[in-house]
């Protein structure tokens, strides 16, 4: 546990806009995208108890499926972007779904080649409670960054009516 602190401290002692990815911020420089996924690493691994011969037929498999994953969210943002129709979003986003459904069908069985059915289970949650740290961690680092803005704002408020 003390490894996941420590390399969640450091991890967000970097500033990072939005999502690594998968939906989270996605971090300025590749510094910061590595860290997170450093982060990520030793957390999925003590969730999930992995040992070092589980890790070492997990990890290349599990990390291909996440960048299939993310691809295939990138074609809906792009489509976004793009300014494509409500329509046509809607049917795209559907079509991608089941793809990802497909994805996680293969790549289930393809884990459990290396990992039992229980951690593959644990992996979801394991996931979510991943990002949940990491977005609870953003928007603590956005709330401090408003008060010190709000703070800096007083004193120059209190300053001017000093000079007045």
Same mark, same amino acid.
């Given at each position: 546990?003390? $490894?996941?602190?420590?390399?969640?401290?450091?991890? /967000?002692? /970097?500033?990072?806009?939005?999502?690594?990815?998968?939906?989270?911020?996605?971090?300025?420089?590749?510094?910061?995208?590595?860290?997170?996924?450093?982060?990520?690493?030793? /957390?999925?691994?003590?969730?999930?108890? $992995?040992?070092?011969?589980?890790?070492?037929?997990?990890?290349?498999?599990?990390?291909?499926?996440?960048?299939?994953?993310?691809?295939?969210?990138?074609?809906?943002?792009?489509?976004?972007?793009?300014?494509?129709?409500?329509?046509?979003?809607?049917?795209?986003?559907?079509?991608?779904?089941?793809?990802?459904?497909? $994805?996680?069908?293969?790549?289930?069985?393809?884990?459990?080649?290396?990992?039992?059915?229980?951690?593959?289970?644990?992996?979801?949650?394991?996931?979510?409670?991943?990002?949940?740290?990491? $977005?609870?961690?953003?928007? !603590?680092? !956005?709330?401090?960054?408003?008060?010190?803005?709000?703070?800096?704002?007083?004193?120059? !408020?209190?300053?001017?009516?000093?000079?007045?």
């Amino acid at each position: 546990m003390k $490894l996941i602190n420590t390399l969640l401290a450091v991890l /967000f002692a /970097f500033q990072f806009g939005y999502a690594q990815t998968e939906d989270l911020p996605e971090p300025p420089d590749q510094k910061a995208k590595d860290k997170i996924n450093a982060a990520r690493i030793a /957390f999925i691994t003590e969730k999930l108890g $992995l040992t070092p011969a589980e890790a070492e037929k997990f990890w290349p498999v599990y990390r291909e499926f996440v960048q299939k994953r993310q691809q295939l969210q990138q074609q809906y943002r792009e489509a976004q972007r793009a300014g494509k129709p409500d329509k046509e979003l809607v049917e795209l986003g559907l079509q991608l779904k089941q793809q990802e459904l497909d $994805l996680e069908k293969n790549y289930s069985g393809r884990l459990m080649e290396s990992i039992s059915p229980q951690k593959l289970m644990a992996l979801r949650q394991a996931e979510a409670d991943f990002k949940k740290i990491v $977005l609870q961690q953003i928007k !603590q680092r !956005q709330n401090m960054q408003n008060n010190r803005e709000m703070q800096r704002e007083r004193i120059q !408020q209190r300053q001017q009516q000093r000079n007045n």
